[in-house]
């Protein structure tokens, strides 16, 4: 797995044209097998950063993929998670006739100070502490988790988990860590007085998101690549459910009191709502931005 980004790319305008209205990125899987890239967009207004590109890819084996974006942006960056470290990434700029105008530079993410930023944000939303007091943090490139005990503020060490942990969540009272690998589509599952991993459990494509109801001991994990939502028995380890939901799946919120799960479906713009106890979708709530 590789975590790439252009870094920051300057596209200002000099008498009403811009070095590139639009981006062409060409992907090609070098791979034996089929390979995912999720693709992200961002601009800035000011020093608030927008995302405003997310796609998730298939590539087959020799594939060439083109995919061209709006890049009318004063400044724009593109950041790409790849499942395997044998996809190449082209990214070029094109004006209003279509014609090459750049050839930007693709590098690993913790080698732009943009890409770090990023990282750095994306971990502090997935730490978690357990029953132990200790704190999780992913390492999407690394394919591990870290450690960090939480009483004295150290390093413990690092878990070995799937390919491009994504997701993390915990239920304190079974003391268990759940971590969505979103390269390898399941699902690790970590003691947590241990720290190693009891048991793995394939999931859907792309696993994203997870959220954890600790009353019913119930795991929910997004499905990114297969619109889905795939429902774990906390006890056996077992897949017990998929529920299909809409496009692009990614975030999971669990009222344990109601027993409802809310589901962001990041694509087609909605909430999906399902009923934990019969796991069945009973309502769809359209955003208006």
Same mark, same amino acid.
């Given at each position: 797995?590789?975590?790439?980004?252009?870094?920051?790319?300057?596209?200002?305008?000099?008498?009403?044209?811009?070095?590139?209205?639009?981006?062409?990125?060409?992907?090609?899987?070098?791979?034996?097998?089929?390979?995912?890239?999720?693709?992200?967009?961002?601009?800035?207004?000011?020093?608030?950063?927008?995302?405003?590109?997310?796609?998730?890819?298939?590539?087959?084996?020799?594939?060439?993929?083109?995919?061209?974006?709006?890049?009318?942006?004063?400044?724009?960056?593109?950041?790409?998670?790849?499942?395997?470290?044998?996809?190449?990434?082209?990214?070029?700029?094109?004006?209003?006739?279509?014609?090459?105008?750049?050839?930007?530079?693709?590098?690993?993410?913790?080698?732009?100070?943009?890409?770090?930023?990023?990282?750095?944000?994306?971990?502090?939303?997935?730490?978690?502490?357990?029953?132990? !007091? %200790? &704190?999780? *943090?992913?390492?999407?490139? @690394?394919?591990?988790? +870290?450690? =960090? #005990? $939480?009483? /004295?503020?150290?390093?413990?060490?690092?878990?070995?988990?799937?390919?491009?942990?994504?997701?993390?969540?915990?239920?304190?009272?079974? !003391? %268990? &860590?759940? *971590?969505?690998?979103?390269? @390898?589509?399941?699902? +690790?599952? =970590? #003691? $947590?007085? /241990?720290?190693?991993?009891?048991?793995?459990?394939?999931?859907?494509?792309?696993?994203?998101?997870?959220?954890?109801?600790?009353?019913? !001991?119930? &795991?929910? *994990?997004?499905?990114?690549? @297969?619109?889905?939502? +795939?429902? =774990? #028995? $906390?006890?056996?380890?077992?897949?017990?459910?998929?529920?299909?939901?809409?496009?692009?799946?990614?975030?999971?919120?669990?009222?344990?009191?109601? !027993?409802? &799960?809310?589901?962001?479906?990041?694509? @087609?713009?909605?909430? +999906?709502? =399902? #009923? $934990?106890?019969?796991?069945?979708?009973?309502?769809?709530?359209?955003?208006?931005?």
């Amino acid at each position: 797995m590789a975590s790439l980004t252009t870094g920051l790319i300057e596209n200002t305008g000099v008498s009403g044209l811009r070095p590139c209205s639009t981006i062409m990125v060409r992907v090609l899987n070098t791979d034996l097998i089929n390979a995912t890239i999720r693709i992200s967009g961002y601009y800035w207004v000011g020093t608030t950063k927008k995302e405003y590109v997310l796609d998730l890819l298939t590539v087959t084996p020799g594939e060439v993929s083109n995919n061209n974006y709006y890049a009318q942006f004063d400044i724009f960056e593109f950041q790409f998670i790849t499942s395997s470290d044998a996809i190449e990434i082209s990214v070029f700029g094109k004006d209003d006739a279509g014609n090459s105008t750049a050839v930007y530079n693709v590098m690993p993410a913790q080698l732009s100070p943009i890409g770090m930023e990023r990282t750095a944000s994306e971990a502090a939303k997935m730490t978690i502490p357990n029953a132990l !007091n %200790r &704190i999780y *943090v992913l390492n999407s490139g @690394s394919n591990n988790i +870290s450690v =960090i #005990d $939480g009483t /004295s503020n150290t390093f413990i060490g690092n878990v070995i988990v799937g390919s491009g942990p994504f997701g993390i969540g915990a239920n304190q009272i079974t !003391n %268990r &860590i759940y *971590v969505a690998n979103f390269g @390898s589509n399941n699902v +690790s599952v =970590i #003691d $947590g007085s /241990s720290n190693r991993v009891v048991t793995t459990i394939t999931v859907g494509s792309n696993p994203v998101g997870l959220g954890i109801n600790p009353t019913t !001991n119930k &795991i929910y *994990v997004t499905n990114w690549g @297969s619109r889905s939502v +795939s429902v =774990i #028995d $906390g006890f056996t380890h077992v897949v017990i459910a998929t529920i299909m939901v809409d496009a692009s799946p990614e975030g999971v919120n669990v009222n344990p009191t109601t !027993n409802l &799960i809310y589901i962001t479906n990041h694509s @087609s713009n909605n909430v +999906s709502v =399902i #009923d $934990g106890s019969t796991n069945s979708v009973i309502a769809i709530v359209n955003l208006v931005n």
